[in-house]
């Protein structure tokens, strides 16, 4: 990867045109083929031909090592990024990675270990040290682990798209970004702006000693912009996001950032120029791109069973939703019904397959308002009496260890319109887009705040308003919900960021929503 933080438009459109067979920019290559095509040897690891081969191998020395079950990913990553500030090309990133994980389960004990060396001899002493890890583990052991039952798998997977986007010209994309940008700074008080565009390919095998045998193409697309305004000693952003989503260039094509830029740069002004909201009880109606982070941090997190259990409690873990409460408590009203689904297509977790070579799965979390699931791995299943995995378990990289991610979690819709949620509300406001958010380590006690909020008077919404926050306690705060939209206003957003384990790993999701109401919601100053 390298970056050169100077480059104008001008500069830019000449290095591109110079360039045929791409271009480079301090050290970073920028190739317009995607890096599964790339010849043996120049960048990556052994041919695809050969993995089915060496995942044999090294599962032959986990059975060897007298271990009861085993596994091996082998996977190849292919990232690209683009990056622009005000009116230059900021940064202009590209990475490869590829390796491989084995893992080994020896007397309910677990082993990892990993290479990015594809020689057989290597992928051999890898196996043989995943095996001897696992003895080691035993050990130590006080609690085995006894894996749920998944039927044996072979199948192939790949993210259906139109356009590859590591087939559009960097020069394309690079201008989609400084047109975005330029437009942005057309409006009078607007001071800063940037664009990103991210895509990511990963080309994967897994095998198991249960003889499941996968192999995976996927790719995710995604991108935003942003503009901030500033009036006197305050500053304001406002933000479009293109969500991720497993897709190819045609849904960054389709957002139409130059059509959106003037909308954004005029609500940063009519942003930084607003009032504050007197701290007191409101009315919210909440909008999909909000709904989604408020879903992933207060229903998404608190259902990771393993969280639940009490055995993951980094990244403000554990969670209030132990299993004692599973089919009984009241997590929200009637109108709540969160499903997760990681087999709905485009949605960042569904992969057909997890980690566990499990298949992706549809289930509820919480059923008109009760809790009814979680998700889970074929490690933890067991614990709430389920004989199969829910499909959740998954690793950033072939060097991380799988564990239980957050599902696709969805709020189902209901029967309302923005409108009608709007119109029943005498005084109250209307939150658009993610911002800032902190909660406590059960997930019980949070605040959020947003991207952009209008004030709701007598059914209408009307002015734009600043530094809105709300605060309020996870079952309270659903139990609100007094309706839902219906599913015109459904919306998906996707999740590269969220972070877990340790050492931490970032999860993929989507989460989804259409617009709903929450009544007497608390809202605070954040200035004091």
């Not at 999909?288 to 409690?313: M, N, Q, V, W």
């Not at 799988?402 to 209307?430: C, F, M, Q, W």
Request: one cysteine or more.
């Amino acid at each position: 990867m390298g970056e050169r933080n100077s480059f104008n438009r001008r500069e830019f459109i000449h290095m591109a045109a110079g360039s045929a067979a791409g271009l480079y920019l301090g050290g970073c290559s920028m190739s317009s083929r995607p890096f599964a095509d790339l010849p043996a040897g120049a960048m990556g690891p052994a041919p695809k031909g050969e993995w089915p081969e060496l995942a044999q191998l090294a599962l032959s020395r986990v059975k060897a090592g007298g271990c009861a079950y085993g596994d091996i990913r082998l996977l190849e990553t292919h990232n690209q990024s683009v990056r622009a500030e005000d009116r230059r090309i900021a940064n202009i990133g590209e990475r490869f990675d590829s390796g491989f994980g084995i893992r080994a389960l020896y007397n309910g004990a677990w082993g990892f270990a990993a290479s990015a060396d594809f020689t057989p001899a290597e992928v051999e002493r890898t196996a043989e040290r995943a095996v001897e890890i696992a003895r080691a583990s035993h050990m130590l052991m006080q609690t085995p682990v006894k894996l749920a039952d998944e039927p044996v798998h072979r199948d192939r997977v790949k993210t259906p798209f139109k356009v590859d986007p590591f087939t559009v010209p960097l020069e394309e994309r690079c201008n989609l970004l400084l047109n975005a940008c330029e437009i942005l700074h057309k409006e009078k008080g607007i001071i800063r702006s940037n664009g990103f565009l991210w895509t990511q390919r990963d080309i994967k095998h897994f095998a198991s000693t249960e003889e499941t045998v996968l192999d995976f193409d996927l790719l995710a697309v995604g991108g935003s912009f942003e503009a901030t305004a500033k009036n006197d000693d305050d500053f304001q952003s406002r933000e479009f996001s293109v969500p991720f989503i497993r897709s190819g260039y045609e849904h960054i094509t389709a957002a139409d950032f130059v059509a959106q830029a003037p909308r954004v740069a005029a609500q940063a002004v009519e942003k930084v120029n607003a009032k504050q909201p007197t701290p007191g009880k409101y009315d919210l109606v909440l909008d999909p791109a909000h709904l989604s982070l408020t879903i992933h941090e207060s229903c998404g997190h608190p259902t990771e069973l393993d969280r639940a259990l009490g055995y993951e409690a980094n990244y403000a873990g554990t969670s209030f939703l132990t299993p004692d409460k599973l089919g009984n408590f009241r997590y929200g009203s009637k109108h709540i019904n969160l499903i997760a689904d990681n087999t709905r297509q485009g949605a960042m977790a569904s992969t057909g397959y997890d980690d566990d070579g499990v298949a992706g799965q549809r289930w509820p979390i919480i059923e008109e308002g009760i809790l009814r699931g979680y998700s889970t791995n074929r490690e933890v299943a067991g614990a709430i009496g389920e004989k199969r995995s829910r499909g959740s378990c998954r690793a950033d990289s072939w060097s991380s260890v799988p564990i239980v991610r957050i599902a696709n979690v969805g709020l189902e819709p209901g029967n309302e319109t923005r409108d009608s949620l709007i119109a029943d509300i005498k005084d109250g406001i209307y939150i658009e887009g993610r911002g800032s958010f902190s909660i406590d380590q059960k997930r019980y006690n949070f605040q959020f705040g947003g991207d952009a909020f209008w004030e709701i008077k007598d059914g209408k919404r009307g002015a734009m308003l600043k530094n809105v926050i709300y605060n309020g306690i996870t079952p309270e705060f659903w139990n609100s919900c007094d309706g839902v939209a219906d599913r015109k206003h459904w919306q998906e957003h996707g999740f590269i960021n969220c972070g877990k384990g340790q050492p931490g790993q970032s999860g993929w999701m989507t989460h989804a929503a259409a617009d709903a109401r929450f009544r007497q919601v608390n809202v605070i100053n954040p200035k004091g």
